[in-house]
């Protein structure tokens, strides 16, 4: 248990949230080349009322006067914004390190070599299969080896320790063993992510989310590898299996962690975009700090907790209830059980949901390329070919960005 100077256990701390975030996700643009079907904020269009250069650069200054540590980028994909070097050389040239996700598409071996010059960057190359079968089926046909590439550019460029990041469902939790050797493979370092009922992720989440055996598997497989493998505090409802994983293990919401849209909404979570988690605005008087400080929303999350129907539970303590964003987009009270709860309790208000998901709460917009619902499940093939070769032509190559 980590504790600071004064004996005060640090995730008391910040439970009660801090004057700034620890760090804080930005999307900066919904416009995507790809149109994954679990994307978390339904990204493809650009939305046109996006932050322009000189907005988002504003809210750098923010960050750099609050002192936040790092922000972490993402979209949509974030380099399709053509001013995209320019902000993150703005950011880390004022003191604000930059992680962002990106599918690959533009790491090229230029854009690699100068992202390896810059000590204060950090990529992230977003990956949902070992193999192209299982990654292609979700991100769309050729994406895997958009994301070899990518990797293979950065470790050429003498990049170390770049992040393969994977959302984890019941099609890839049999490969962890393979992602792991992918990513050492290339001197990068493996990032596990849960999947969450957010964005598209609605739609397919009772299809793709791991079984309850399979929950289990990726729990002991995280205490085996925890030293070598980042969650971002992902999985902290499995520790009620027994064992406390590595991290803060709680609920960062306005905490120590928020969202900023590129419309520049501020939500609680990045993974809870909707209306109920909408916290300001950061074109707003007061900008991102008045939002961050002054937020009734955010100080609720900071207040006292009372652990609802979870409350007796033996291992609340280190499950905290699980994810806010998981409970509200399955129709949960925020108050009871996490949907994966180890003990079963979530399976059993999942059940008792109606079939048509009458009441469940939808995310609030849908920048999609497609105008309707994706309409039956994920198909993975079953069979197994060896990868493109690495000269194959790009195969997102002359995709129009609308």
């Given at each position: 248990?980590?504790?600071?100077?004064?004996?005060?256990?640090?995730?008391?701390?910040?439970?009660?949230?801090?004057?700034?975030?620890?760090?804080?996700?930005?999307?900066?643009?919904?416009?995507?080349?790809?149109?994954?079907?679990?994307?978390?904020?339904?990204?493809?269009?650009?939305?046109?009322?996006?932050?322009?250069?000189?907005?988002?650069?504003?809210?750098?200054?923010?960050?750099?006067?609050?002192?936040?540590?790092?922000?972490?980028?993402?979209?949509?994909?974030?380099?399709?914004?053509?001013?995209?070097?320019?902000?993150?050389?703005?950011?880390?040239?004022?003191?604000?390190?930059?992680?962002?996700?990106?599918?690959?598409?533009?790491?090229?071996?230029?854009?690699?070599?100068?992202?390896?010059?810059?000590?204060?960057?950090?990529?992230?190359?977003?990956?949902?299969?070992?193999?192209?079968?299982?990654?292609?089926?979700?991100?769309?046909?050729?994406?895997?080896?958009?994301?070899?590439?990518?990797?293979?550019?950065?470790?050429?460029?003498?990049?170390?320790?770049?992040?393969?990041?994977?959302?984890?469902?019941?099609?890839?939790?049999?490969?962890?063993?393979?992602?792991?050797?992918?990513?050492?493979?290339?001197?990068?370092?493996?990032?596990?992510?849960?999947?969450?009922?957010?964005?598209?992720?609605?739609?397919?989440?009772?299809?793709?989310?791991?079984?309850?055996?399979?929950?289990?598997?990726?729990?002991?497989?995280?205490?085996?590898?925890?030293?070598?493998?980042?969650?971002?505090?992902?999985?902290?409802?499995?520790?009620?299996?027994?064992?406390?994983?590595?991290?803060?293990?709680?609920?960062?919401?306005?905490?120590?962690?928020?969202?900023?849209?590129?419309?520049?909404?501020?939500?609680a979570c990045p993974f809870a975009i909707h209306e109920e988690f909408l916290a300001g605005n950061v074109r707003r008087p007061g900008g991102f700090a008045g939002v961050w400080r002054e937020s009734e929303l955010f100080r609720r999350l900071r207040g006292p907790q009372s652990g609802g129907a979870c409350a007796s539970c033996a291992f609340y303590d280190t499950c905290k209830g699980g994810c806010m964003a998981a409970k509200?987009?399955?129709?949960?009270?925020?108050?009871?059980?996490?949907?994966?709860?180890?003990?079963?309790?979530?399976?059993?208000?999942?059940?008792?949901?109606?079939?048509?998901?009458?009441?469940?709460?939808?995310?609030?917009?849908?920048?999609?390329?497609?105008?309707?619902?994706?309409?039956?499940?994920?198909?993975?093939?079953?069979?197994?070919?060896?990868?493109?070769?690495?000269?194959?032509?790009?195969?997102?190559?002359?995709?129009?960005?609308?």
């Amino acid at each position: 248990m980590t504790v600071d100077t004064n004996g005060t256990r640090l995730t008391d701390l910040f439970e009660r949230g801090l004057d700034a975030p620890i760090c804080l996700t930005w999307e900066l643009t919904y416009a995507c080349n790809l149109a994954c079907a679990h994307c978390l904020s339904s990204s493809g269009r650009r939305d046109p009322r996006e932050l322009s250069t000189a907005e988002a650069k504003a809210v750098i200054d923010e960050l750099e006067a609050m002192q936040v540590f790092y922000v972490n980028i993402g979209g949509g994909e974030p380099t399709v914004r053509a001013d995209f070097f320019e902000l993150l050389d703005h950011a880390t040239a004022h003191h604000v390190g930059v992680k962002f996700s990106t599918n690959g598409v533009r790491i090229t071996p230029e854009v690699a070599r100068r992202l390896a010059a810059n000590d204060y960057v950090d990529v992230q190359i977003s990956l949902d299969g070992a193999t192209a079968e299982v990654n292609d089926a979700l991100r769309g046909p050729g994406s895997y080896d958009t994301a070899v590439r990518a990797m293979r550019n950065l470790a050429d460029a003498g990049m170390t320790n770049f992040k393969l990041s994977v959302v984890c469902t019941r099609h890839n939790i049999p490969q962890l063993a393979a992602f792991k050797a992918l990513a050492d493979t290339y001197g990068a370092q493996l990032r596990l992510t849960r999947l969450r009922p957010s964005g598209r992720g609605a739609d397919v989440w009772d299809e793709l989310r791991p079984t309850r055996e399979q929950q289990r598997e990726l729990y002991d497989w995280l205490v085996a590898h925890g030293d070598s493998v980042l969650t971002g505090d992902s999985f902290f409802h499995l520790s009620a299996y027994g064992r406390a994983l590595p991290g803060l293990n709680l609920c960062g919401a306005g905490r120590v962690v928020c969202l900023i849209d590129p419309v520049g909404d501020v939500y609680a979570c990045p993974f809870a975009i909707h209306e109920e988690f909408l916290a300001g605005n950061v074109r707003r008087p007061g900008g991102f700090a008045g939002v961050w400080r002054e937020s009734e929303l955010f100080r609720r999350l900071r207040g006292p907790q009372s652990g609802g129907a979870c409350a007796s539970c033996a291992f609340y303590d280190t499950c905290k209830g699980g994810c806010m964003a998981a409970k509200f987009f399955t129709g949960l009270p925020l108050d009871g059980p996490d949907p994966e709860c180890v003990q079963g309790h979530g399976e059993e208000l999942l059940a008792g949901r109606p079939e048509d998901r009458t009441g469940v709460p939808r995310p609030s917009a849908d920048h999609s390329h497609r105008t309707a619902p994706r309409v039956g499940p994920v198909l993975v093939p079953l069979t197994r070919r060896p990868p493109v070769s690495a000269c194959a032509e790009d195969p997102l190559a002359g995709l129009r960005i609308h």
